[in-house]
């Protein structure tokens, strides 16, 4: 149920974290979700196609632990990746998962990608070995799976938890990587990012939002106007 609560004699903007169907001339927020996932995996295959041009130089960027220039990888490494083989296996979950978490509330969703992306990658910088290079959007997938999972519950939106459940059958299995001794995997990477989507989770839940907010509700429906 949709509640906003207002001073009497005052018109004041219910606090949003999402962009639903917005006014006249927006564009839905599904289709801007859709548009900017898209756009984030175009991206990932540019960048791919550059360091193949490039005799995958570009993968020199990734996340260097404890190594001061290796600190930048920590914004670069989610958009490198070992080879098309390692693409492809990322790109059907970061088109759906990016998706179904910018759907379910694009600012919140974005600020979402933000700390898993910056959480993971300084976790990995400072504990994973030295003798290593962490590169892919893995940590973000890994992350995306734990915020659509936990946020549900944490805000308790029936909604939420429903489509928390469906993607924990359709990609939990995959979650068993945050555990060592795959050769060549950068465990860390989902480890952390798997808390870190926890993490994003109960940072953003619209309950915190709402106590912030003095009362005055805050409102976001899965895919719909909030």
Do not use: C
């Amino acid at each position: 149920m949709d509640t906003r609560r207002q001073r009497p004699g005052r018109q004041r903007p219910g606090r949003r974290w999402s962009g639903g169907q917005g006014s006249r001339g927006q564009r839905p927020g599904w289709q801007v979700a859709g548009a900017v996932a898209v756009g984030f995996v175009v991206l990932l295959w540019a960048v791919e196609l550059l360091d193949g041009l490039l005799a995958h130089r570009l993968d020199g960027w990734g996340i260097r632990p404890r190594d001061a220039e290796g600190l930048g990888g920590v914004l670069a490494a989610p958009l490198l990746h070992g080879g098309w083989d390692h693409l492809g296996a990322n790109t059907g979950p970061a088109l759906v998962l990016g998706f179904l978490a910018l759907v379910t509330g694009l600012v919140r969703g974005l600020a979402a990608t933000a700390i898993i992306w910056l959480a993971s990658g300084l976790a990995v910088w400072l504990v994973a070995g030295s003798d290593s290079v962490h590169l892919g959007a893995s940590g973000l997938i890994f992350g995306w799976i734990t915020y659509l999972a936990v946020q549900g519950f944490v805000d308790r939106k029936p909604g939420e938890i429903v489509l928390g459940i469906v993607v924990l059958l359709i990609y939990g299995g995959v979650l068993w990587g945050v555990l060592p001794g795959q050769p060549g995997v950068s465990w860390q990477g989902h480890l952390f990012g798997a808390l870190a989507g926890v993490l994003a989770a109960v940072l953003l839940s619209e309950r915190r939002a709402g106590g912030r907010g003095g009362g005055r509700g805050v409102r976001r429906g899965v895919g719909g106007r909030r």
